[in-house]
T-cell receptor, first 115, second 113 residues
């Protein structure tokens, strides 16, 4: 158990809809990362938050947005969903004491299926 | 642009048959290279960090090594429970607000009894 909690574990929805994925980081971790994993593209970095502020942005679509709340949990919002958005979405957290780190702790993921 | 390439894509081994996985990388200044293990339907699990060429790290049957262009994950006398996808990732010295951890697509290892 990594200590990172993601909900929901599975989500099935229709094209055009909007969903919200939730992540609680490990206790004490200030950084939260979102990754998308699909069969053909591997793990793609979406966005990182550090202590409530956006820190780094990857290949995140304009239809997607995220935020980190004062209690450090984070939400990833996916809107106007398309079939191609079907994937595993992972949240990860790290201690990140000022310097960057690649030692991330991943949750078990949220599997999104868009029909 | 930072890039990570892993080979082979898939590897089948007999229990006890040692082998190596390769991770070649291109990065503008390596801050660190990281190995992860991912079981089906689960999140990646951190294994090792390597910071500079010549560095080695070991954990049970796994040993990770690093050169200036690539890293190897050596698996000695593997067991079926070592079956998983092994991911390599690099972190470079990009600008503060844009550097990010770049993952390879992984090597899917299957170890048969």
């Amino acid at each position: 158990d990594s200590g990172v909690t993601q909900t929901p574990k599975h989500l099935i929805t229709a094209t055009g809809q909007r969903v919200t994925l939730r992540c609680s980081p490990r206790s004490g971790d200030l950084s939260v990362y979102w990754y998308q994993q699909s069969l053909d593209q591997g793990l793609q970095f979406l966005i990182q938050y550090y202590n409530g502020e956006e820190r780094a942005k990857g290949n995140i679509l304009e239809r997607f947005s995220a935020q980190q709340f004062p209690d450090l949990h984070s939400e990833l919002n996916l809107s106007s969903l398309e079939l191609g958005d079907s994937a595993l979405y992972f949240c990860a957290s790290s201690v990140d004491t000022g310097g960057r780190t690649g030692e991330l702790f991943f949750g078990e993921g949220s599997r999104l299926t868009v029909l | 642009e930072d890039q990570v390439t892993q080979s082979p894509e898939a590897l089948r081994l007999q229990e006890g048959e040692s082998s190596s996985l390769n991770c070649s990388y291109t990065v503008s200044g390596l801050r660190g290279l990281f190995w992860y293990r991912q079981d089906p339907g689960k999140g990646p699990e951190f294994l090792f960090t390597l910071y500079s060429a010549g560095e080695e790290k070991e954990k049970e049957r796994l040993k990770a090594t690093l050169t200036k262009k690539e890293s190897f994950l050596h698996i000695t006398a593997p067991k079926p429970e070592d079956s998983a996808t092994y991911l390599c990732a690099v972190l470079g010295w990009g600008s503060y607000n844009t550097d990010k951890l770049i993952f390879g697509t992984g090597t899917r290892l299957q170890v048969f009894p």
